[in-house]
């Protein structure tokens, strides 16, 4: 089954970029979209489409893509942006299928 | 703007059918891909399916022979059914709305959960 794939964990000074990556085979010809989730609350869509930004998402929030990695950047991160962050997209079969990345852990401290 | 609430029985019994139902609130349940996403304790989120307009519907490969997903357009619910539920089954269980084309689907809005813990 197709897979995505994160690294676990990313720590980051406030005020300093972080960058969360996503690899997965058809990444090339599929969006990635990420999802903040905060503990114990539902996850909130950031990006969408590699890198559009939803109404209400800060700024400092953006993502790329490019071959088989998608990259979710927080420019100026602040301690509110802790969080676990998902990145999703779907196979490449014919009826696409979803897919979340295993999720990375983001401490701003 | 679109609300969504999750409800159902959140103690199941090892082999029986876990059985849940969103409702929706702020749009129509037709145009849209409902989609349900789990998530164990301490885990990742797991994509389990989508449903639209009643004709069309994916589950994950890993649930599909367990899976039915349905909609109730008079409602404007939708639910799902998983059978012979086992403790791997236990998770937090999210309805959510995909908006877009099928291939490049948002989850924009979503309900807040519910804890459905398999156990006897």
């Known amino acids: 089954s197709y897979e995505l794939t994160q690294p676990p964990s990313v720590s980051v000074s406030p005020g300093q970029t972080a960058r969360i990556t996503c690899s997965g085979d058809?990444?090339?010809?599929?969006?990635a979209y990420w999802y903040q989730q905060k503990s114990g609350q539902a996850p909130v869509l950031v990006i969408y489409?590699?890198?559009k930004r939803p109404s209400g998402i800060p700024e400092r929030f953006s993502g790329s893509s490019s071959g088989t990695m998608a990259t979710l950047t927080i420019s100026g991160a602040r301690v509110e942006d802790e969080a676990d962050y998902y990145c999703?997209?779907?196979?490449?079969?014919?009826?696409?299928?979803?897919?979340f990345g295993g999720g990375t852990k983001v401490t701003v401290l | 703007q679109v609300h969504l609430q999750e409800s159902g029985p959140r103690l199941v019994k090892p082999s029986e059918t876990l059985s849940l139902t969103c409702s929706v609130s702020?749009?129509?349940?037709?145009?849209?891909?409902w989609t349900w996403i789990r998530q164990p304790p301490g885990k990742g989120l797991e994509w389990i399916g989508y449903?639209?307009?009643?004709?069309?519907?994916e589950q994950n490969l890993s649930l599909k022979s367990r899976v039915t997903m349905s909609v109730d357009t008079t409602k404007n619910q939708f639910s799902l059914m998983v059978r012979s539920v086992t403790t791997a089954d236990t998770a937090v269980y999210y309805c959510?709305?995909?908006?877009?084309?099928?291939?490049?689907?948002?989850?924009?809005?979503w309900g807040q959960g519910l804890l459905v813990t398999v156990s006897s």
């Open positions: 489409e590699d890198k």
């Open positions: 058809a990444l090339p010809t599929k969006y």
């Open positions: 702020g749009d129509a349940i037709s145009g849209s891909f």
């Open positions: 959510a709305r995909g908006s877009g084309r099928l291939a490049n689907l948002k989850f924009d809005f």
């Open positions: 999703y997209s779907t196979d490449s079969t014919s009826n696409p299928r979803g897919v």
């Open positions: 449903i639209h307009d009643s004709d069309r519907s």
